[in-house]
């Protein structure tokens, strides 16, 4: 994949914070289900974290394989 392509993403559910964990949201990616701490996502998207279950986004992936860069697609704010 080169830098310019990006991938699709949803967000299955986030997981709430616990007093010893932040909230995790799991997320369906091309490839696998992989779970990323969802104020990330929510703050590259520009969203709140109880709107991200059932969005799809449009991310990067680092050469080390990390998911960044997240945008919602289909946003009607644009």
Do not use: N
């Not at 709107?51 to 991310?59: D, M, T, V, Y």
Request: aromatic share 4%; with cysteine; glycine share 6%.
């Amino acid at each position: 994949m080169s830098e310019t392509e990006r991938e699709t993403v949803t967000v299955l559910l986030v997981k709430e914070a616990t007093a010893d964990k932040e909230a995790e949201a799991h997320v369906l990616t091309e490839a696998d289900r992989i779970c990323l701490p969802a104020e990330r996502i929510a703050s590259e998207a520009g969203l709140p974290i109880a709107e991200l279950p059932g969005r799809k986004f449009s991310a990067s992936r680092s050469a080390g394989g990390e998911l960044y860069d997240f945008r919602l697609l289909g946003d009607p704010r644009i």
